[in-house]
C-alpha cells in the first residue's frame, strides 16, 4: 500500500510520460520547419504494432524497437508527402491522425476476432520487463524515494531521450544545422546543408519516438483491446500543445510534462488528497470534481495564451514552421 | 506532377483510412432466399466487437435467432457505429425498412426520440429500444432488466471475501454516480449483497464521470486500494481495467458484463453479466407468430434472474467456499418472487461452507444521509424508482469523491 502523497508522485510520472515521449518527438519534428500533426495516430501505430512485436517475441527491446520503426515509417511517409511532394503540412498531420488510430482499430478488431484472440501480457517476461523496478539505495528515500526511483524502464529512456535531445539542440553541429533549416531553410541550404535530408531524418526519429511513448501506453496503461477506447486517447493532441508549453525545449518538455502531470493526476486523486489531509486540504472536497477534470486544459490554454503574448524574439518557435520549402523560390 | 503524385498518395491513405474504419461496419447478411422474418439492429459501436456492450446484445441477437430458427447470417441486417444523433438513428431505421426489417432493435439510451417518431412513420414495423423509458401501445416498446439482482449475487462473493479478509472496505469503480438510477442502483444492490454477509462492510465508491476511459478505470482502482485500503473493487465501466489492477495489486475484484477471470486469474470473482438473447428470443417469437399483438403479448419489458436475463458469472477459485451456496439461496428467493433487494426486509447468511443459511429480518431501507425510504417489513420500491429515478446511495456507502 502506497500512501497518498507518494502514489500522487508516482502517478505524476507513470501516467504523463507518453506526454514527454509525445512532445520531444514533435519538438524534433518542429525544429526542423516541419507541422507534424499526426502526432495521435503516429502513437498509435507505434503502440499496436509494438505491442504485438512485443507479445510475440516476449521481449521489450524487440518491442521497442518495432514501434519505433513502426511509427518511424510513419514519419518517413509524412516526409515522403511533405518534404518530397510539398503536400500541405497540416492536411498530411491530420490524415496520418485518422490513419493511424483506425489503423489501430482496424488491427485490434482484426485480432480480436481471431481464433487466439487479442494477446494479453499477463504473467509473460514482457510484462515483467516493463513494470517497475526499485533502483536500489535510491528508491529507499523517504517520500521522493519510492515515486521517482521505481519506475519501468521506459520512463528513465524517456527522459534520457530529453535531455539527450536538449544536448543535441544545443552543443552540435548537426543540431546547429536543424535549428538553421527550422528557422531559415534557403540560408542553410545556401551554407550547404541537405535540407530534404535533415528534414527527412529527423521526421523520422522524432515520429519514431513518439511510437515508444504509443508503446509504454499499451504496455502501462492500457493492455486489452476496447472496440470503444484508443490506448492513447487523446495524449498526441497535448503533446502538440505542451510544444509551445516547452517553448520548443526538449528540457521545457520534462517540465511542461510535470506541470500538466500535476494537474492531471489531481483532478484523479483531489479527494484522496482531502481524505488523507482532512485539515489541510480538506477544503478540496468542496470543490466539484467537474472543475478538476477541466483544470488541466484550462492551465493549457492559460500557458499558450501568455507564451502567445511574451516577445517573438524570446520564442523557440522555429521561424519557417509549418511552410513547406520549395528549392526554386530560393 | 509532384502535385498530381502528392494527391494521389494522398487520396490513397485517405481511402484506406476510410476502408480501416468500413472494415467493421459493414452489413451482414444479404442473402438471396432470405425467410420472411428479417430482424433489424441499431448498434452504437461495432458488431466485430469482442467484448462490452454491443458485443453483448449481437451475441444476443444472434443467439436468439438460432433459437428461433432465423439464420443470422441470412436474416439480420445491422448498421453499425451508429452515434446517439437523432438525424444518424433515422438514416439507419430507413436503411433497414428498406431492407425489409420487421423488427428493428436499437441498443443504446440515445436512440429513442428517432425511434419514437420513426415508429409512427413504419407502422408495420415493430421498434424495440433498450433501456429507454418511451413506447406506443401498437408497435414500440423498451426492455431492460433487473441488473440489481445479478449486483446483489455478486455483493455477496465480495461480502465473504472482506470477512475472510477482516478487511471492511469495498470498492466500487463507477462510471457515473446518483445521476443515473442504473448505476446508483447498482452500486445499492451490490453494498446491500456485501452487507448481508459483512455487516460492517463499507462500500467506498469511486465514480470516474465518463462510461469508458482506461486510464481513469486504472487510476481510481488504483486509489481505491491504496488510499482507502480496499480489499474487493467491484466495477460498473466499460474496460477491465479495474480488475488488471486488483490483479497486479494482490486484492480481489468483481467485474462486469463479461466473466473477466480470464483479465484478471488471481484477483476475480464474479462478474455481473446480462443474457440478452433471453429478451431477443422471445421478442422475435412474438413478432413472428403475431406482430398486431406485439405490445400485449411482450409489452414494456423488464425481467431479471427470473427470465434468465441477468445472472452471475460462474464463480471463480477465487471466491470463498460459502458463496456458492449463499448466492444460490438468494437467488432462488428473487426467481421465486419471495423476495426482492429494494424491500423493507434484509437477508443475513450465516454458517460455514456445506451449511450456510439464510435469514429475513425486517429492517427499513435507509439512505446514507438517514432517510427511510421504505419502512422495516415494506415492500419493495416501485420498478420506476429502480428504473428512474433512485438517486440516493444506502447506508454503508459513500462516494469518495464529488
Known sequence: ???????????????????????????????????????????????????????????????????????????????????????????????????????????????????????????????????????????????????????????????????????????????????????????????????????????????????????????????????????INGYGWISIALVIFANWSPAKALLGTLVFGFFNTLRVQNAALAYAFPNALGWLLKIPSHFFSALPFIITLIVLIISSLSSKSRSGEPQAIGRNYYREDR | MKKLISLLVSAALA?????????????????????????????????????????????????????????????????????????????????????????????????????????????????????????????????????????????????????????????????????????????????MGCMAVNPDAKVNVYEIYTWGDQEKERQAAELLIDTYGCCVIAQHCDSAQPQIVANEKNVFGCGYNSDMTKEAPNAHLAAPVWNWDAYYATAMKAAMANPSTFMTEVGNYYEGLNAGLVDVSALSSNCEPETKEAIDLAKKMMINGEWDVFSGVKLSFSGAAGSVAVAKTDAPLVTNEGAEIVAAGGASVDDSVIQGTMNYYVEGVTQVNK
Open chain 2, 15 to 191: 481511402v484506406t483510412s476510410v476502408f480501416a474504419l468500413a472494415g467493421c461496419s459493414g452489413t451482414k447478411g444479404s442473402g438471396n432466399e432470405a425467410s420472411n422474418f428479417k430482424v433489424g439492429a441499431i448498434y452504437i459501436n461495432s458488431q466485430n466487437d469482442t467484448a462490452g456492450y454491443t458485443y453483448a446484445h449481437h451475441h444476443g441477437i444472434t443467439e436468439a435467432m438460432k433459437q428461433v430458427g432465423l439464420d443470422p447470417s441470412k436474416d439480420l441486417y445491422i448498421v453499425d457505429n451508429v452515434p446517439e444523433d437523432d438525424e444518424k438513428v433515422k438514416q439507419a431505421i430507413d436503411q433497414l425498412a428498406g431492407n425489409g426489417c420487421n423488427i428493428i432493435f436499437g441498443i443504446s439510451f440515445g436512440y429513442l426520440n428517432a425511434m419514437d417518431e420513426k415508429a409512427k412513420e413504419y407502422p408495420d414495423i415493430i421498434f424495440s429500444h433498450a433501456t429507454g423509458y418511451l413506447s406506443n401501445d401498437k408497435n414500440f416498446n423498451n426492455y431492460f432488466g433487473r441488473i440489481y439482482q445479478a449486483r446483489y449475487l455478486a455483493g455477496i462473493a465480495a461480502g465473504y471475501k472482506s470477512l475472510a479478509l477482516g478487511n471492511n472496505n469495498i470498492g466500487y469503480v463507477s462510471a457515473w454516480g446518483t445521476e443515473y438510477a442504473e448505476t446508483c442502483s447498482g452500486i445499492n444492490a451490490f453494498a
Open chain 1, 1 to 231: 500500500m502506497l500512501d497518498v502523497f507518494t502514489l500522487f508522485l508516482f502517478n505524476i510520472i507513470v501516467y504523463n510520460i507518453p506526454l514527454l515521449y509525445g512532445t520531444t518527438g514533435e519538438i524534433m519534428i518542429e525544429k526542423s520547419g516541419s507541422l507534424n500533426l499526426g502526432v495521435e495516430g503516429t502513437m498509435a501505430i507505434g503502440a499496436v504494432v509494438g505491442y504485438l512485436a512485443g507479445a510475440k517475441t516476449d521481449s521489450l527491446l524487440v518491442a521497442v524497437l518495432v514501434s519505433f520503426i513502426a511509427s518511424g515509417l510513419v514519419g518517413m511517409l509524412f516526409s515522403f508527402l511533405t518534404v518530397t511532394l510539398q503536400a500541405n503540412q497540416n492536411v498530411t498531420g491530420l490524415t496520418i491522425t485518422t490513419f493511424g488510430v483506425a489503423f489501430y482499430y482496424f488491427i485490434g478488431n482484426a485480432l480480436s476476432n481471431s481464433a487466439g484472440g487479442w494477446p494479453s501480457l499477463n504473467g509473460t517476461r514482457l510484462d515483467a520487463q516493463s513494470q517497475s523496478l526499485e533502483i536500489p539505495l535510491l528508491s529507499k528515500i523517504p517520500f521522493f524515494g519510492k515515486a521517482i526511483f521505481s519506475h519501468g524502464i521506459l520512463v528513465y529512456l524517456g527522459i534520457v531521450i530529453a535531455v539527450l535531445m536538449w544536448f543535441y539542440f544545443k552543443k552540435t553541429v548537426p543540431g546547429l544545422k536543424l535549428r538553421a533549416i527550422g528557422e531559415n531553410p534557403a540560408a542553410a541550404d545556401s551554407l550547404g546543408v541537405n535540407v530534404a535530408l535533415y528534414k527527412y531524418t529527423h521526421i523520422i526519429i522524432g515520429s519514431g519516438i513518439m511510437g515508444i511513448g504509443g508503446l509504454y501506453m499499451g504496455l502501462n496503461m492500457g493492455g486489452t483491446f476496447e472496440g470503444s477506447n484508443c490506448w
